[in-house]
């Protein structure tokens, strides 16, 4: 059995999104469920994308879909805690990225959860696999420095 990973700094993340909890995160033993977490990571990383001007959520030709995940959880957070979503590009492929999230509660220094999500790019209308645009490219790389 391999030892227990230690939670992330905020200084091993490039870029940061604050997400506001609400009262139905929290789940009947009073902290926030763990389903919200994966929310949490999909919100922190299309919210980049979107201010960046490189997902069109309704009209873009190529899209990016969700074909993996995992968390680890470290410690609660409950409802009225502010998470900070810190974000990485662990890898760029061709037609995908590996983005790593790890989230922080009110001004912790480590995560309470982390994770990783792997977005594979798809042609919005074949829903094939293409290369990642240019723009989009660009973007991704400046969260992998």
């Given at each position: ?25 929290n ?7 763990n ?7 999909d ?21 990016g ?13 409950a409802?009225p ?24 509660a ?16 798809v ?23």
């Amino acid at each position: 059995m391999s030892a227990r990973q230690e939670p992330d700094s905020r200084s091993d993340y490039r870029h940061f999104i604050s997400i506001t909890t609400r009262w139905m995160d929290n789940d009947v033993y009073g902290h926030i469920n763990n389903v919200q977490y994966y929310s949490y990571f999909d919100t922190a990383v299309n919210h980049y994308l979107i201010d960046r001007g490189v997902l069109d959520i309704h009209a873009g030709e190529v899209i990016g879909l969700v074909v993996e995940t995992h968390c680890n959880y470290f410690s609660s957070a409950a409802f009225p805690d502010q998470i900070e979503a810190g974000i990485r590009v662990a890898h760029l492929g061709r037609s995908s990225v590996r983005y790593e999230v790890g989230l922080f509660a009110n001004d912790g220094e480590k995560a309470v959860a982390q994770g990783h999500f792997v977005h594979v790019y798809v042609d919005r209308a074949t829903q094939t696999a293409t290369s990642i645009p240019q723009d989009l490219r660009q973007a991704l790389q400046w969260l992998g420095e």
